[in-house]
């Protein structure tokens, strides 16, 4: 029950992307700066990053859901980058250039699961 | 609305119980791989939050011992707080010694100072009774030790000024020593041998426990510098001699340190072309020091452990793709009599993070057996502290779900008719 939906080229381009900043991001959990900023704040960012991982693996597979979650990590990971003053306009800038392509070919999603 | 409400909650519990029965299962079923692939799990937690938990502790203790010396205090010495290979020890050398006589043009002519006391180290033998200990530092400080020195003092009192200027053979000791010499008695009153002089002990210092920089009073003795004269000579260089300076409060050691420049600089008749012959330390000095040198062992031991996560990683989703191969049959059956998609994704997302969570915990666990073990044996404190127990846990379950999570889903994807025809 594959999703029988080409996968456009750069979709495939956006997720090997996505994929390496997870990679980075992954490590950047446990590493001491992200650690320095509270207790909790690794476990929100390890939240986000799981769920930014998942949102790719639904776009790569064409799933409407992997747009919708991806928009929302995109959305709470920025909130939370506010409050800690941690805001990056390079990482604003990749999110919106990766949702860009997703919603252009939303349509052409899958609904289900 | 409250019983769809009730119905979709009952829903979800029936959904993670179900799930997490299926994981539990599957895994004792298999504990031999189970156990060999949670071991690359326990290693990466295990390293990355010992390294954590040590240089936590590191930290702790010296930001105790730094605080111990006093942080808004000055002191002036010959040498810097330097270290490196660039260390210009010849040049610092040639420098005069700092003596007794600049603490008296300190104290009357410094504004920002609140307190100063001029301070020298030696070593001694300490005797009471049968008792013996070789080696024990004996702190010579002025009357004003107790206004720039962060102490407690647990039994007893501290010089008063008539036993500080007269030079009497008075003396506070540390509470290994109080110990150590007075296991059954009150220190208090009883006199010791320091260096063969009789001295009356009139006050133990609190507990402080093992310092990084070494300068735990726990095994030093306090005598009036009147008194320590008649012990050693307290122009020796070698005792490093120094001026404790307290800052007046309201102002920065800078303000102090600015003032102090042009004080020593006049009492040492420096012409304005000329190099400052003498070093005005602070307790920041070291901190610095050391917060890089953390730093650096943190980025190290975050990259070690970071790479025996991944591995351990790819280890769960390498047993997860062998599951699902394995099941396929079952996830054929299941889906059949109506399982849905999201029931089979959480069952295998759930055994992953399962798999995962079993290995941090032991990591976890071992890293907190070490920590009762070594914090008895080594006599420094180490604590698993809460943040680290929370990455611990926040680092299993992200592998967890990041290594389960495309095996799940490709198992929650496979065509029922064909995964039942499957072997």
Same mark, same amino acid.
């Given at each position: 029950?594959?999703?029988?939906?080409?996968?456009?080229?750069?979709?495939?381009?956006?997720?090997?992307?996505?994929?390496?900043?997870? %990679?980075?991001?992954? =490590? &950047? /959990?446990?590493?001491?700066?992200?650690?320095?900023? @509270?207790?909790?704040?690794?476990? *929100?960012?390890?939240?986000?990053?799981?769920?930014?991982?998942?949102?790719?693996?639904?776009?790569?597979?064409?799933?409407?859901?992997?747009?919708?979650?991806?928009?929302?990590?995109?959305? %709470?990971?920025?909130? =939370? &980058? /506010?409050?800690?003053?941690?805001?990056?306009?390079? @990482?604003?800038?990749?999110?919106? *250039?990766?949702?860009?392509?997703?919603?252009?070919?939303?349509?052409?999603?899958?609904?289900?699961? | 609305?409250?019983?769809?409400?009730?119905?979709?909650?009952?829903?979800?519990?029936?959904?993670?119980?179900?799930?997490?029965?299926?994981?539990?299962?599957?895994?004792?079923?298999?504990?031999?791989?189970?156990?060999?692939?949670?071991?690359?799990?326990?290693?990466?937690?295990?390293?990355?939050?010992?390294?954590?938990?040590?240089?936590?502790?590191?930290?702790?203790?010296?930001?105790?011992?730094?605080?111990?010396?006093?942080?808004?205090?000055?002191?002036?010495?010959?040498?810097?707080?330097?270290?490196?290979?660039?260390?210009?020890?010849?040049?610092?050398?040639?420098?005069?010694?700092?003596?007794?006589?600049?603490?008296?043009?300190?104290?009357?002519?410094?504004?920002?100072?609140?307190?100063?006391?001029?301070?020298?180290?030696?070593?001694?033998?300490?005797?009471?009774?049968?008792?013996?200990?070789?080696?024990?530092?004996?702190?010579?400080?002025?009357?004003?030790?107790?206004?720039?020195?962060?102490?407690?003092?647990?039994?007893?009192?501290?010089?008063?000024?008539?036993?500080?200027?007269?030079?009497?053979?008075?003396?506070?000791?540390?509470?290994?020593?109080?110990?150590?010499?007075?296991?059954?008695?009150?220190?208090?009153?009883?006199?010791?041998?320091?260096?063969?002089?009789?001295?009356?002990?009139?006050?133990?210092?609190?507990?402080?426990?093992?310092?990084?920089?070494?300068?735990?009073?726990?095994?030093?003795?306090?005598?009036?510098?009147?008194?320590?004269?008649?012990?050693?000579?307290?122009?020796?260089?070698?005792?490093?001699?120094?001026?404790?300076?307290?800052?007046?409060?309201?102002?920065?050691?800078?303000?102090?340190?600015?003032?102090?420049?042009?004080?020593?600089?006049?009492?040492?008749?420096?012409?304005?072309?000329?190099?400052?012959?003498?070093?005005?330390?602070?307790?920041?000095?070291?901190?610095?020091?050391?917060?890089?040198?953390?730093?650096?062992?943190?980025?190290?031991?975050?990259?070690?452990?970071?790479?025996?996560?991944?591995?351990?990683?790819?280890?769960?989703?390498?047993?997860?793709?062998?599951?699902?191969?394995?099941?396929?049959?079952?996830?054929?059956?299941?889906?059949?009599?109506?399982?849905?998609?999201?029931?089979?994704?959480?069952?295998?997302?759930?055994?992953?993070?399962?798999?995962?969570?079993?290995?941090?915990?032991?990591?976890?666990?071992?890293?907190?057996?070490?920590?009762?073990?070594?914090?008895?044996?080594?006599?420094?404190?180490?604590?698993?502290?809460?943040?680290?127990?929370?990455?611990?846990?926040?680092?299993?379950?992200?592998?967890?779900?990041?290594?389960?999570?495309?095996?799940?889903?490709?198992?929650?994807?496979?065509?029922?008719?064909?995964?039942?025809?499957?072997?």
């Amino acid at each position: 029950m594959q999703s029988t939906v080409k996968r456009p080229k750069i979709l495939k381009i956006v997720c090997i992307l996505g994929f390496f900043s997870i %990679v980075f991001s992954f =490590l &950047a /959990v446990f590493s001491p700066s992200v650690k320095r900023m @509270g207790d909790w704040y690794p476990a *929100l960012f390890g939240l986000i990053v799981a769920a930014s991982f998942i949102s790719y693996i639904g776009v790569w597979h064409m799933k409407r859901w992997g747009v919708q979650l991806f928009i929302v990590t995109f959305f %709470v990971k920025e909130i =939370l &980058a /506010v409050s800690v003053s941690d805001f990056s306009i390079a @990482g604003i800038l990749f999110s919106v *250039l990766c949702i860009f392509p997703m919603l252009l070919f939303y349509n052409r999603m899958d609904l289900n699961l | 609305m409250h019983g769809i409400k009730n119905k979709i909650l009952k829903i979800v519990f029936n959904l993670i119980g179900e799930s997490i029965s299926f994981a539990v299962n599957s895994l004792v079923a298999n504990k031999l791989r189970t156990i060999l692939s949670l071991l690359g799990i326990t290693i990466g937690i295990f390293a990355i939050i010992i390294v954590f938990t040590v240089l936590d502790s590191l930290e702790l203790n010296l930001r105790k011992s730094v605080e111990s010396l006093g942080d808004n205090v000055v002191f002036v010495q010959k040498e810097p707080w330097q270290f490196g290979p660039d260390y210009p020890w010849w040049k610092y050398e040639k420098r005069p010694s700092i003596d007794f006589p600049v603490l008296d043009k300190i104290i009357k002519n410094c504004n920002s100072a609140s307190a100063a006391a001029f301070v020298i180290f030696s070593s001694v033998t300490v005797k009471h009774g049968s008792s013996s200990i070789e080696n024990v530092t004996v702190v010579c400080g002025s009357q004003q030790y107790d206004k720039v020195k962060n102490f407690e003092i647990a039994e007893g009192r501290y010089f008063n000024d008539i036993e500080s200027s007269s030079g009497r053979p008075v003396a506070i000791i540390g509470d290994v020593l109080a110990s150590t010499l007075f296991p059954f008695e009150n220190p208090v009153g009883q006199t010791i041998k320091v260096n063969g002089a009789k001295v009356v002990v009139v006050g133990v210092f609190k507990k402080e426990g093992e310092s990084i920089l070494g300068n735990s009073s726990d095994t030093q003795v306090l005598v009036p510098i009147n008194y320590a004269r008649t012990l050693v000579d307290i122009h020796d260089e070698n005792l490093n001699p120094q001026i404790m300076v307290r800052a007046k409060p309201g102002l920065t050691n800078d303000d102090l340190i600015s003032e102090l420049t042009g004080l020593m600089r006049s009492i040492h008749k420096l012409k304005p072309r000329n190099e400052d012959d003498f070093a005005l330390n602070q307790t920041s000095l070291i901190s610095t020091q050391f917060d890089s040198l953390f730093g650096v062992i943190g980025i190290v031991g975050w990259v070690i452990g970071g790479f025996s996560i991944l591995v351990g990683g790819f280890g769960i989703a390498n047993i997860m793709f062998v599951s699902v191969k394995e099941r396929t049959n079952i996830i054929g059956i299941q889906k059949s009599l109506g399982a849905k998609n999201y029931f089979i994704l959480s069952q295998f997302l759930f055994e992953a993070v399962f798999l995962s969570l079993i290995g941090g915990v032991i990591g976890l666990l071992i890293v907190y057996l070490i920590t009762l073990v070594a914090g008895d044996s080594i006599g420094m404190e180490i604590v698993l502290s809460k943040s680290n127990v929370i990455l611990g846990f926040t680092i299993s379950i992200l592998i967890g779900v990041v290594s389960g999570f495309v095996p799940a889903y490709g198992a929650s994807q496979l065509d029922p008719v064909e995964a039942i025809r499957s072997n």
